[in-house]
């Protein structure tokens, strides 16, 4: 799993701030109105350099305990040695980091939990580890937050001809087979929603979308470099035209010509009393 789920913590940060703009900030005030009074248990998992917790933490009441999980010990360690956020009257958090393979989480890892969040995590995820995941969550019974799971919708402007192949050839890398893993991609949200809802759970779904264009530039460049490499390699026969492609894109993003639309989902999901 490491090896699918391996980041920077520079791609981590540069897309930080879209991130935060992006997730559905009505989901949020959802969950918290779902929490129990007293003391929070978050557990967020694939954490990453700790975007999620910085986002929500100041949403939430406190006082706040949160634990990151992520397959990456240096990850943790770069969420946890950065300023931390406070929560929602301005009081510290406390964090503590656990590293292991989300495929084999269990209700006992997220003991204590009073919510349970993950970001721009399931369409990496098999539908083996998806289950595994769902399954813990359900045993805890407490409210889960899932945000920015890619759809594959992407909307450029202006339009090219060949913006429809390479969208089907990343899409279809996002749903492929390696090292053995065959990762979820854009189905996950669907996945995951109809998993809490056969086990009886309520489960609400928020549009979140990148809009990305001449105020991001380099964020705009590194995706779409990104997006260009993954439908390449899954579809090599686009090689030949994905250079012009590319320089034209690029071209477009240096005089801020160029805007993109990526379309994610958030899924908020709480067993019923």
Not at 6 to 14: I, R, T, Y
Not at 70 to 90: E, F, K, M, Y
Request: aromatic share 6%; charged share 20%.
């Amino acid at each position: 799993m490491s090896e699918i789920l391996e980041v920077s913590g520079d791609w981590l940060a540069l897309r930080e701030p879209e991130d935060a703009a992006a997730r559905s900030l009505d989901l949020a005030l959802a969950a918290a109105d779902l929490l129990a009074d007293g003391p929070l248990v978050v557990h967020d998992l694939g954490s990453g350099t700790g975007s999620m917790m910085r986002w929500l933490a100041p949403v939430l009441p406190g006082p706040q305990t949160w634990f990151l999980h992520d397959w990456s010990a240096n990850l943790t360690a770069q969420a946890i040695s950065q300023v931390l956020p406070s929560d929602r009257d301005n009081a510290h958090i406390s964090v503590f980091g656990r590293t292991g393979n989300l495929g084999d989480l269990s209700p006992d890892d997220l003991g204590g939990a009073s919510l349970v969040t993950a970001s721009a995590l399931l369409d990496v995820l098999t539908a083996e580890e998806i289950d595994a995941v769902v399954a813990a969550c359900v045993a805890t019974r407490v409210p889960v937050l899932l945000s920015l799971s890619v759809t594959g919708g992407v909307k450029l402007a202006p339009q090219d001809e060949h913006d429809a192949a390479f969208e089907g050839a990343f899409n279809a890398h996002q749903v492929r087979n390696a090292h053995g893993r065959q990762q979820s991609g854009r189905h996950a949200p669907t996945m995951v929603s109809e998993l809490f809802t056969a086990a009886g759970w309520d489960v609400r779904q928020s549009s979140t979308v990148w809009q990305l264009d001449h105020r991001q530039p380099s964020l705009l460049s590194e995706w779409f470099s990104g997006w260009v490499d993954a439908a390449v390699e899954a579809q090599p026969d686009l090689r030949s035209e994905a250079d012009r492609y590319r320089q034209i894109r690029l071209n477009q993003i240096e005089l801020g010509t160029l805007s993109a639309r990526v379309e994610h989902m958030d899924v908020l999901a709480w067993p019923r009393p």
